[in-house]
């Protein structure tokens, strides 16, 4: 009996996410074809996942922001603060930036290959590629710090969701429309996730 109420209180629990909007403060990010700054981009998005984790998805995660508004936090902070929640997962949102008009979604893990990471980050890319028609650039290996320090407590990814120097990508995040859209194919990526988990 004791074992049983154990088991329902681990499956009982919300998972905690944490959601990154990069950049933010003094750091602008990229700048897009059409003046719009990756770090204002990246907190859109990150605030319509948080509400419609609410909304739509009736509390379904605990999430929690490393920065809700134009504010620049250390890259340090940003991973203690998955350490300190004990989260499940890390994302960090950002937008890429080429010379070329390269154009598409990708998605970075840590160059240790963390196969939960991998895992996760394949289901969000799907989710969005797929649900939104971005082209598929695939999950790629880096040694960013935000993933090398969040990597040893939990799956941890960062995202690119999209070129900010191709003129339709940039052009995409200008509409509420398309960053709520964005922000459901990221939490049902989550969601995928955690659910083929189980």
């Known amino acids: 009996m004791i074992l049983l109420l154990t088991i329902c209180l681990v499956y009982g629990q919300k998972k905690v996410v944490v959601i990154d909007p990069g950049h933010g403060g003094i750091d602008s990010g990229a700048i897009g074809v059409n003046c719009a700054y990756e770090k204002d981009v990246v907190l859109d998005v990150a605030n319509e996942i948080l509400n419609l984790n609410k909304s739509l998805f009736a509390d379904e995660f605990n999430i929690y922001l490393t920065r809700y508004?134009?504010?620049?936090?250390?890259?340090?902070?940003?991973?203690?603060?998955?350490?300190?929640?004990?989260?499940?997962?890390?994302?960090?949102?950002?937008?890429?930036?080429?010379?070329n008009n390269s154009r598409g979604m990708e998605i970075y893990v840590h160059h240790s290959k963390n196969k939960k990471s991998i895992t996760l980050g394949a289901s969000i890319l799907n989710e969005s590629t797929q649900k939104l028609g971005f082209e598929k650039r695939g999950v790629k290996f880096g040694n960013f710090q935000v993933l090398r320090e969040t990597v040893p407590y939990c799956p941890s990814i960062l995202v690119e969701m999209g070129f900010m120097t191709n003129e339709d990508e940039a052009d995409y995040f200008l509409k509420s429309t398309n960053i709520r859209a964005m922000a459901v194919a990221i939490l049902m990526g989550i969601m995928g996730y955690f659910n083929a988990r189980l």
Do not use: G, M, P, Q
């Not at 504010?71 to 949102?93: E, G, H, P, Q, Y």
């Open 69 to 99: 508004s134009d504010t620049l936090i250390s890259l340090s902070d940003r991973s203690r603060l998955a350490k300190c929640l004990n989260a499940d997962v890390f994302v960090s949102l950002h937008c890429n930036a080429s010379e």
